[in-house]
């Protein structure tokens, strides 16, 4: 059989007044889940699916995500495309060995024309020629999560997929020091208690594996770092994040509780929040994160304050 190197193509949707925020922005919401189902088309078209996991209990877990954002003005009832890419891999960076585990990396543009972003003409645009809207980098790892400990970590590719080239990815993605780093330039903030988030996880933040979707998380600390930005800047207002990295150590489950906390830095027109999500509650919760997370935002003259 032919080596196949990836696969790759273009997906097309239409955009519906919930995909766009205020701003004529493409939301958090709405990129994560469209990537995401591609990523389905993509196992259910190419990966042989629900089949494929039926016969060697093989699943994919999420490790790493990052998305970066934009300022395009989308319209309602525009195109959107969906430029996507997959491919399979190993890390085989520093402290990697060949014989690591089995990744997929998934990497996604999303383009629409641009918008008037005025409420009076929603539908618009000034130029129908597709533009970058987002991009998403995702990387999960293969696995039997049934297996016995020694054998969940899937080293080859089943006979299905064989024919698959598995790439050098290098690092693959950075670890919990790159995205809990203070850049140089940026000052620290002091936040009270109140960048401490406890909560819990509900059952319709699930998917039907059992585990909190994806897309979640994202809006989880996104919507964190903007909290964390209120309280250094009480008058700041439209923030939105331009870039989101998430290093996954281990998924929550519908009613579990858990521990948010931030640490905000800022420089002249940027703001960081280093954030770490913990099992548990403030009284009792697991040191180690659960999730590590890096936020970034540009804020201009919305910054005054800070």
């Not at 024309?113 to 005025?118: A, K, V």
């Not at 006979?159 to 020091?177: I, K, M, N, R, T």
């Not at 280093?274 to 040191?287: C, E, F, M």
Request: hydrophobic share 40%; net charge negative.
């Amino acid at each position: 059989m032919t080596e196949q190197l990836h696969v790759e193509g273009v997906l097309r949707a239409e955009l519906a007044a919930p995909d766009i925020d205020a701003g004529f922005g493409l939301r958090l919401e709405t990129l994560v889940r469209r990537c995401i189902d591609t990523g389905y088309a993509i196992g259910r078209d190419h990966m042989h699916g629900v089949s494929l996991r039926n016969r060697t209990g093989m699943a994919s877990t999420i490790v790493y995500l990052r998305v970066d954002r934009m300022p395009l003005r989308v319209a309602v009832g525009q195109p959107l495309e969906i430029h996507y890419r997959m491919r399979f891999g190993r890390r085989t960076g520093s402290g990697q060995t060949a014989q690591g585990g089995i990744l997929r990396e998934f990497v996604c543009e999303l383009r629409s024309p641009e918008g008037t972003g005025e409420l009076a003409r929603p539908r618009e645009v000034v130029d129908e020629t597709p533009r970058d809207a987002a991009h998403l980098r995702m990387v999960t790892a293969d696995v039997r999560p049934g297996a016995p400990a020694g054998e969940r970590v899937l080293r080859e590719l089943p006979e299905e997929l064989q024919h698959f080239v598995v790439h050098d990815l290098g690092a693959g993605y950075p670890d919990s020091a790159e995205l809990q780093r203070t850049d140089d330039g940026m000052a620290d903030v002091e936040l009270d208690h109140r960048a401490v988030r406890n909560d819990v996880w509900p059952l319709d933040s699930t998917d039907m594996n059992g585990i909190v979707f994806t897309g979640k998380y994202v809006s989880a600390v996104d919507a964190h770092h903007a909290r964390c930005l209120k309280l250094a800047a009480p008058a700041i207002a439209g923030v939105r994040s331009t870039e989101i990295e998430l290093l996954f150590k281990r998924a929550f489950r519908s009613d579990e509780s858990f521990v948010m906390r931030a640490q905000l830095a800022t420089a002249a027109a940027r703001a960081v929040s280093r954030i770490t999500v913990h099992a548990g509650d403030d009284a009792a919760y697991d040191p180690r994160p659960a999730l590590i997370a890096r936020v970034s935002s540009i804020m201009g003259d919305r910054a005054a304050g800070l």
